[in-house]
């Protein structure tokens, strides 16, 4: 076994080269590769690889889905989540995602006044403990608290969608930093690759939402002139 | 012949060929992992295939140090050559086994960079260049003292 991982440790450096080159910020105007082509890439990976990849893109697929979930719910899946994954590094980008998940679920609770979220990852008892404290105490670890709070505050959506990808990435980036063609070096590209065509989305549909409105202000115009 | 001068001699044939032997091994392993970066950046750049691909071929030289160093070492074996043979060998080998491994992955490095920044080749292969001084560095003082090894042209 040892043996088959040391022959196939080499089919990295094909595959990792094969990608371009990740950007240092997610704030770009297109993904580094194209779906498409990045599937056709990821054909190299071995069987066994190919499955660990496939739990990595099925929890983003399912992280990114904007439709309203039960605290219940999101247990249930975290529990399935982390039975079947053995990988080290998946479950910590799946823990290190639904923490962000979790803190921001607090905040924006208790914003609204609500109690503090049953939810889910290492920082529930933490919150629930500091809920009356300024940043739940949880600033060291994760600075971006008050800079999500602030953005809550002023009615931000996207600045507060920006952040949470910008302190992902920030982690993911720093991980990524220390593998070199290897099999976390594929994962990590995957994850952050997600965050880009995840931004570039949110880019795309708000560049649409605004030539809608650019374009209702024209006809508007146009009909009061006609008018 | 005892059994203890039977082992001493096989040392010695061993530390004859371990230069050749492991400087190939190190040099298969090191091309093949700059080989198949280079295979990887094919499929993403438009422009300069040869040098993506000549940068692969960079850890082959321990081979050729490892066949050097064993034609200067390859002598009638003697018990009083053999422990100079095997030790000298070994660690001339270990040194072109290690450097070959280490130097493919600075070529895979050198490559990936390249495929992004063309104009980096230069200083991006420098590393690699840099590993392979002391390959040589090993090589070369591995050729000298062997040759002081009794049995040999100098001994």
Request: net charge positive; aromatic share 8%.
């Amino acid at each position: 076994m040892k043996r088959m991982r040391m022959l196939s440790a080499t089919e990295y450096y094909m595959l990792v080269a094969s990608l371009p080159h990740m950007p240092r910020t997610f704030l770009v105007e297109r993904v580094p590769i194209s779906q498409s082509r990045l599937a056709e890439r990821l054909k190299l990976l071995s069987p066994s690889d190919a499955d660990v990849v496939s739990q990595v893109q099925r929890f983003l697929q399912w992280d990114r889905q904007p439709t309203a979930r039960s605290d219940q719910e999101i247990q249930q899946e975290y529990d399935r989540l982390m039975q079947s994954i053995k990988n080290l590094l998946v479950r910590r980008i799946v823990e290190y995602r639904m923490d962000v998940r979790t803190i921001t679920s607090a905040l924006r609770r208790r914003r609204l006044g609500m109690t503090a979220p049953t939810g889910v990852g290492r920082w529930v008892d933490h919150i629930r403990k500091n809920w009356d404290q300024d940043n739940f105490r949880i600033v060291r670890d994760h600075p971006w608290v008050p800079l999500v709070c602030k953005s809550l505050s002023t009615n931000d959506p996207l600045e507060v969608e920006r952040l949470l990808l910008q302190a992902t990435w920030a982690e993911w980036t720093n991980l990524a930093d220390q593998y070199h063609f290897t099999f976390e070096s594929v994962l990590l590209y995957l994850s952050r690759w997600e965050i880009v065509d995840r931004w570039t989305r949110l880019n795309e549909s708000q560049g649409r939402n605004r030539f809608d409105i650019l374009l209702k202000e024209a006809l508007g115009e146009q009909q009061h002139a006609n008018w | 012949m005892t059994m203890d001068t039977f082992f001493i001699l096989c040392l010695g044939w061993a530390g004859i060929f371990l230069p050749t032997a492991l400087g190939a091994i190190g040099s298969i392993i090191g091309c093949a992992r700059a080989g198949q970066a280079a295979c990887g950046a094919l499929l993403d750049v438009e422009t300069g295939y040869g040098r993506l691909v000549g940068a692969s071929a960079l850890p082959s030289s321990q081979t050729i140090y490892g066949i050097v160093v064993t034609m200067q070492l390859n002598r009638v074996v003697t018990p009083e050559a053999a422990p100079g043979l095997f030790a000298i060998g070994l660690l001339v080998s270990l040194a072109l086994l290690f450097s070959a491994i280490l130097q493919g992955g600075c070529c895979a490095s050198a490559i990936n960079a390249t495929k992004t920044k063309p104009e980096v080749f230069g200083l991006a292969i420098a590393p690699a260049a840099i590993v392979e001084g002391f390959a040589v560095f090993a090589f070369i003082f591995g050729m000298i003292v062997g040759g002081g090894i009794p049995g040999g042209a100098a001994g």
